[in-house]
């Protein structure tokens, strides 16, 4: 091939090429951490947080922009969340960025309302991630959003991160994504728990002045905080009820969801107070259906494994048969947060626990027959609670350390 053959192959094959006509470069892009949605009448109000770069590397090293804070939050109007998102254009220079958004806020109102079209724009977008945390709030997502958690300088990526340590850690609050949402939303049961987020502290204007007078109350403690309170109930794309801590770890263990936690026990059947501490390493629940004439009931295997951690008793913990009555205690306390959890879907008419998927799976030919009144079959139907603790290692103290005074 000759020189000039070589020339006018690579000259036509730049020709072919596609180039970059539509890049964006990282300094006209406004990452974003977290989002909220709220309704105002009959639209929507969609609330950005997204990080400040220049904030975060000068407030390393003291610079100019050491007192800027590393975000900025800012909301916007439309009737879809699309033309919300939009208008953002018309007061932010920078192009919203949504590919590390960690997390949705969903207020109060925006629930009542119901949430399937900001479902559909998470689907339908190619800039949105489906593996986003969804959240409920009593008070309105942008106020959330607005508020600062100590020490972290970004406040959605502050969030993602409790999210992230209640599931592996505390098991009570369960976190779920998008595609949770909308797999439940589309599955037979039509009902899922979302983690409700609300500030917690010193709502009292006056009360809060006297208190930021003081100057180590300025230094240690902020006057709001941000904690998950309860667990959301959403039942055919609305909020339905709630259920507390209890009732939610209850949830947790039947759904087997229960990554680790702590359970707190009294020492005997006989006592009230709670003395003793276990912290649940491992836990599997086993569902299974049971056809009991013609309706159906549910039998609950949960088997945990535990380390004691604390022990207020006078028990001697050396002794086999004393880590059996604890491990009866424990065994009694996890029934009793799975019937307080079943109590409250029943009243609700809420299968939280994918009943409905199970004998739907089980059974296809009786579901077809089921499916038309499951909201009754499902108030009908029963728990059969079978828990079974084992407590492996007592800690390297073996006594009470109140036998010991």
């Known amino acids: 091939m000759t020189v000039f053959k070589r020339v006018l192959i690579a000259g036509l094959s730049l020709l072919l090429l ?50 800027q804070p590393a975000v900025h939050v800012f909301s916007t109007t439309g009737s879809t969340i699309t033309e919300a998102a939009n208008l953002s254009n018309l007061e932010n220079p920078r192009t919203l960025y949504f590919a590390h958004n960690n997390t949705v806020i969903i207020g109060k109102k925006a629930m009542e309302h119901g949430i399937q079209q900001l479902m559909d724009r998470y689907f339908r977008g190619a800039d949105s991630r489906e593996t986003v945390w969804v959240l409920l709030t009593d008070q309105k997502a942008g106020d959330i959003l607005r508020k600062a958690i100590p020490p972290e300088k970004v406040p959605g990526s502050s969030i993602a991160q409790i999210l992230l340590k ?45 208190l930021e007078s003081l100057d180590i109350y ?56 709670k ?23 549910m039998d609950v295997h949960v088997k945990v494994k535990a380390n004691l951690s604390e022990s207020g008793s006078r028990l001697d913990l050396s002794k086999n048969k004393i880590i059996k009555i604890v491990e009866h205690q424990a065994a009694r306390q996890i029934t009793k947060e799975i019937n307080s959890s079943w109590e409250v879907m029943q009243q609700l008419g809420a299968d939280l626990g994918g009943f409905a998927d199970l004998i739907h799976k089980k059974n296809p030919n009786e579901w077809k027959e089921l499916k038309a009144e499951w909201e009754k079959e499902f108030k009908k139907m029963e728990l059969n609670v079978h828990v079974n603790v084992i407590i492996k290692r007592p800690g390297l103290f073996q006594n009470s350390f109140r036998n010991l005074e």
């Open 18 to 67: 596609s180039g970059c006509w539509n890049r964006i470069e990282l300094n006209e892009i406004a990452i974003t951490s977290a989002t909220g949605y709220d309704r105002s009448g009959d639209d929507w109000v969609a609330t950005y947080q997204f990080i400040v770069p220049s904030s975060i590397t000068s407030n390393t090293g003291g610079g100019a922009g050491a007192s």
């Open 166 to 210: 209640e599931k592996r850690i505390s098991s009570i609050f369960p976190p779920i994504t998008i595609l949770d949402y909308a797999s439940k939303m589309n599955s037979d049961a039509k009902a899922i728990g979302i983690p409700i987020i609300n500030t917690a502290g010193i709502d009292n204007p006056e009360n809060e002045k006297k």
């Open 218 to 273: 300025k230094e240690l403690s902020p006057p709001l905080k941000i904690r998950l309170t309860e667990l959301g109930v959403i039942k055919n794309d609305r909020l339905i009820g709630r259920m507390n801590r209890e009732e939610s770890r209850g949830l947790s263990w039947i759904t087997n969801k229960v990554n680790g936690t702590v359970l707190s026990i009294p020492s005997s059947e006989l006592r009230q107070k």
């Open 275 to 297: 003395d003793i501490s276990i912290e649940v390493i491992s836990s599997k629940t086993k569902l299974k259906p049971i056809k009991v004439g013609y309706h159906y009931n």
